[in-house]
């Protein structure tokens, strides 16, 4: 089966949506189906990450304010038609974007079209205050594109359920298909070798999260905590790693609660530092802001790279997220927004290495057995395989 693969990600950037991107059409192309791969093209930077039955198409992007969407959908549809002549493809899978070039594509070559959702993007761009008018015209595409969708895949089973709801689309053609990690690059590593690599002291113990930065990660809930936990264990640090538009106000929070030199702010991590980062934790948190998350359930790389690298987790009481921890029992799913409640099991962790270490182990069987990017893939290829016989 030939599939063409459309996205907007620039994978030789870090990033959770390029691992994906990566990673899906890497377990593609290895079980024998081969992909066209299209990709944005906003320089002379290229990221072939393998060769085995990949086909790279990348689109130049032109950056030319409003007009540079018009006519990079304009050169997409171009590009897709012409390979499409060369070798017509069996499905196009299309990650969401603002675009309505895919689903025209598909219609004009009759082809079934699957759409992967990956989250409720209008509510994360209102909370960086995104123009109103740009929030309803994404709604507008969105609503087009999914209503019009032979199949769509959505990372959890809340965001199935409010596409369902807001679009009333058939919840036969919704499937929920959780993101996953890689357990061969997410593994355990020597915690004191990791610290040594990354310049920090080998004796104390760090709670650490790493990820992109953007308000509904909730960092400020660890900044809260964190006073509460260096009064019974004044040996920790706190490792925040990533970069993005709460950066700054983080930063900012803990300064002005006098914590600076408790906290490690390194920026963005290239992705092959990422289990180098996670290994030198004492444990890794997630404290999602309960009231956006909630709402549309979770599918956390994060997580899954916490736990396939075998550290203990704390994280926030949500859906999608409850069920991974307390199945697998590698760490606790509580109220984040108590720092209380957040800095005592915190602590309970940290005075009980024991306990860490039971919960590691755990965590990583549960990755290996239900969480792999290898299993996300095959649960894509079986829902394409339905689509294509409906």
Request: hydrophobic share 45%; proline share 4%.
């Amino acid at each position: 089966m030939h599939i063409f693969y459309y996205c907007f990600e620039k994978i030789s950037q870090k990033g959770s949506a390029n691992t994906h991107v990566i990673e899906v059409v890497g377990n593609l192309s290895r079980t024998g189906h081969p992909v066209t791969l299209f990709l944005p093209r906003f320089d002379k930077q290229t990221c072939n990450f393998t060769k085995d039955r990949i086909k790279y198409v990348y689109i130049p992007v032109f950056k030319l304010g409003l007009m540079t969407w018009i006519i990079y959908d304009i050169y997409s549809f171009f590009f897709l038609v012409i390979h499409a002549i060369r070798r017509r493809p069996n499905v196009v899978y299309f990650r969401e974007t603002q675009s309505w070039v895919p689903l025209l594509f598909a219609k004009f070559i009759h082809r079934k079209l699957l759409i992967e959702v990956n989250g409720w993007i209008t509510d994360e761009l209102r909370m960086i205050n995104y123009p109103a008018w740009k929030i309803l015209l994404m709604r507008v595409t969105q609503c087009f594109n999914l209503r019009h969708a032979d199949g769509i895949v959505a990372v959890s089973e809340g965001l199935k359920q409010i596409i369902h709801r807001t679009y009333r689309i058939d919840s036969r053609k919704i499937i929920a298909i959780a993101n996953g990690t890689n357990p061969e690059i997410f593994r355990p590593i020597e915690t004191n070798e990791c610290r040594q690599k990354l310049h920090l002291v080998s004796d104390m113990e760090y709670i650490g999260f790493i990820g992109s930065c953007y308000p509904y990660h909730g960092l400020e809930n660890l900044i809260r905590s964190a006073s509460l936990v260096l009064e019974k264990s004044p040996g920790v640090r706190f490792i925040i790693a990533g970069d993005g538009a709460a950066r700054q106000i983080w930063q900012d929070q803990v300064a002005a609660l006098g914590l600076t030199e408790k906290f490690i702010f390194p920026g963005m991590i290239p992705t092959a530092e990422a289990p180098i980062w996670i290994n030198a934790f004492t444990i890794g948190v997630a404290p999602w802001h309960k009231q956006y998350m909630d709402d549309i359930g979770f599918s956390p790389i994060k997580l899954f790279d916490y736990m396939a690298c075998g550290k203990p987790v704390v994280v926030s009481r949500i859906k999608g997220v409850t069920e991974i921890v307390e199945k697998n029992q590698c760490g606790f799913a509580i109220d984040v927004e108590n720092p209380e409640i957040f800095a005592e099991h915190l602590l309970i962790l940290l005075r009980d290495r024991n306990l860490r270490e039971s919960m590691g182990l755990r965590g990583r069987e549960g990755i290996i057995r239900d969480h792999t990017w290898q299993i996300t893939t095959e649960k894509i290829l079986h829902f394409i395989d339905r689509i294509q016989h409906v």
